[in-house]
């Protein structure tokens, strides 16, 4: 129960608050990232993040994915154990060095693509097409599927869609990122990699991290209701994806792949 003002009045007020608690990875025993995240699709949110992050490239990197038993009651639920095949293992101190550093605030924009330029992602499906009709579409289909947001507010949504404008799969997440590395996740997980007849929809602005998580998945199109960054504009057009910002009714700007579109 809290408290609402309005026009001078105070009164009791029954609120609802999105779920955030840290969710610790775990790989070979040893602590790989612990993000903030809404509790939910935990292992599709690990999976995802050891995928869009080059920790791993394929499905049967993973021997086995769970969460992790015998913690602490301050710990229960929010730890997920991987474990990798040898060959990724053996790689992990490498990755995980470059991973932090990458991470890390200062890093210019220079340094961010070129850290995706050295991962080899191959560009995504140059014969996708999606109509500019289909992808009006999309934002309203979006927020139809945000139950948590409709109660709270305060998440964010990723959707995956066909062509046609037909919806894949959602996730939410107060992280805009771990919204996407659940479907990430989910498509690792299902064998649906990679994602090369998809259309990416995200709430909120289309940022670096979200371009370069959807490119791992081999995403062609991504789509936001809100802004893209500079930098996400760079990468769009150095992968040659698309990239559609001010996805809201009839008006959509393109900042990049223009020939996916069928206006």
């Not at 095949?85 to 550093?101: E, H, K, T």
Request: aromatic share 6%.
């Amino acid at each position: 129960m809290v408290q609402e003002w309005q026009d001078g009045q105070l009164r009791p007020f029954q609120d609802y608050l999105a779920g955030e608690e840290p969710l610790e990875i775990r790989a070979g025993g040893r602590s790989v990232s612990v993000t903030m995240r809404t509790p939910g699709h935990d292992l599709e949110l690990a999976a995802g993040f050891l995928l869009t992050e080059g920790l791993i490239q394929r499905r049967e990197q993973i021997l086995n994915i769970a969460p992790a038993s015998g913690c602490k009651p301050t710990e229960q639920g929010n730890i997920v154990n991987v474990d990798l095949d040898p060959a990724a293992l053996s790689g992990l101190d490498a990755i995980r060095r470059n991973f932090y550093a990458t991470s890390s605030c200062g890093i210019c924009g220079k340094a961010s693509i070129d850290a995706v330029r050295l991962r080899g992602i191959p560009p995504p499906n140059p014969d996708f097409r999606v109509t500019a009709a289909a992808l009006c579409r999309l934002p309203e289909i979006l927020r139809t599927g945000q139950a948590i947001f409709e109660r709270t507010g305060g998440l964010h949504s990723a959707a995956l869609f066909t062509a046609q404008g037909q919806l894949v799969a959602q996730r939410e997440d107060i992280g805009r990122h771990n919204a996407v590395d659940k479907l990430a996740g989910w498509a690792l997980l299902n064998g649906r990699l990679p994602l090369s007849d998809c259309v990416l929809m995200v709430s909120g602005r289309g940022g670096f991290e979200i371009l370069q998580k959807a490119a791992v998945a081999g995403i062609p199109v991504v789509a936001s209701v809100s802004a893209p960054s500079s930098l996400a504009v760079r990468l769009a057009r150095e992968l040659r994806m698309t990239l559609v910002g001010f996805l809201r009714g009839r008006r959509f700007v393109v900042y990049a792949g223009e020939e996916r579109l069928e206006m």
